[in-house]
């Protein structure tokens, strides 16, 4: 058995990746006037928004700030949007083929997921095999080329999708690297709670 935990905002990536496979522009704006979120359908009522790190991340975010400053009420609120429609067959879909299938996303795992509409899918609730998202983070890497332990490799989504995700994620990562360079230029980072 592999040791599995939750992965948190890493699943947002799944959810990016089949937004672009639907060609959901990175310009797709959401407006937040807090920084919670009610999606009843996804498992998020009244009494239990989903909420963001900070009370201070609200207001407008597009696909490209959302993934680069990981707001989770964006991720819920696109699963909710016409694009998704509270569907997760997508996103999850996709996770399995990316290489989540094997430790993590079982099929009776994947039907639960989407059969009960289970939102916290894209905050990374699901109990996660390391070597599962190790893999599904190569699949994109290589611009959607999956490989197996074996020298056959196989391409579960669009070439241009992967390849747009893989460049999102790093331009968010050098982002705040350098935000961060700038802000502690003595080497001293504050640490952010995620």
Request: aromatic share 8%; with cysteine.
């Amino acid at each position: 058995m592999l040791a599995a935990s939750q992965a948190g905002s890493t699943y947002k990536v799944f959810t990016l990746a089949a937004a672009l496979q639907r060609k959901v522009p990175f310009a797709y704006n959401i407006n937040f006037p807090s920084a919670q979120f009610v999606a009843k359908a996804l498992g998020y009522p009244d009494t239990r928004p989903v909420h963001n790190d900070s009370p201070s991340e609200h207001g407008t975010f597009n696909l490209q700030t959302a993934t680069v400053q990981s707001v989770n009420t964006y991720f819920v609120a696109l699963l909710a949007s016409p694009y998704f429609n509270s569907d997760l067959s997508g996103p999850v879909q996709l996770a399995q083929s990316l290489g989540m299938s094997a430790h993590t996303l079982t099929p009776d795992k994947a039907t639960d997921i989407i059969k009960n509409q289970r939102g916290s899918f894209t905050l990374g609730q699901p109990q996660t095999s390391p070597l599962d998202m190790a893999n599904a983070f190569a699949t994109i890497a290589a611009n959607g080329k999956m490989c197996q332990p074996s020298p056959t490799c196989r391409s579960p989504m669009r070439t241009e999708a992967a390849a747009a995700a893989g460049a999102r994620l790093q331009t968010g990562t050098r982002s705040e690297d350098r935000d961060r360079r700038e802000q502690h230029p003595q080497g001293r980072r504050k640490h952010r709670r995620r």
